[in-house]
């Protein structure tokens, strides 16, 4: 599976950013799909998944209520809408695949397919 994650760039605080992940060379709709973020110095963090068919949602609690992941298996793709940023989701934002498509690990080493990345830099 080969993931393409998109959309990332500059806003100021309170903002909004939709991250896109576009996967191919698999079944897309088997796969649980996270997102997860790494500051400059840190490691990397879970952020959100969701199961293979999006009716399940998992969030950390640093986005909780700001954050959603959503996911449309017709267009092998998965979304990370995000709002009310704060300076702190300043991150490299990767999508990660699970296999067992249950999505409900946090921990990135249990993750099969990895994007890229796009960044988010939230100014203050």
């Known amino acids: 599976v080969q993931l393409q994650a998109s959309g990332g760039g500059l806003v100021q605080a309170g903002g909004s950013l939709r991250l896109s992940c576009a996967a191919s060379?698999?079944?897309?709709?088997?796969?649980?799909m996270g997102w997860f973020r790494q500051a400059p110095g840190k490691e990397r963090e879970f952020v959100a998944s969701?199961?293979?068919?999006?009716?399940?949602?998992y969030y950390a609690n640093s986005v909780k209520g700001r954050f959603t992941i959503s996911r449309d298996n017709a267009k092998n793709t998965v979304y990370l809408q995000m709002n009310s940023l704060k300076p702190e989701d300043t991150a490299v934002y990767y999508c990660?695949?699970?296999?067992?498509?249950?999505?409900?690990?946090?921990?990135?080493?249990?993750?099969?397919?990895w994007g890229q990345g796009t960044l988010v830099t939230v100014s203050s």
């Open positions: 060379g698999g079944t897309f709709s088997t796969y649980a």
């Open positions: 990660a695949a699970e296999g067992t498509g249950w999505a409900t690990t946090m921990d990135p080493k249990l993750y099969d397919y």
């Open positions: 969701t199961n293979w068919s999006g009716g399940r949602t």
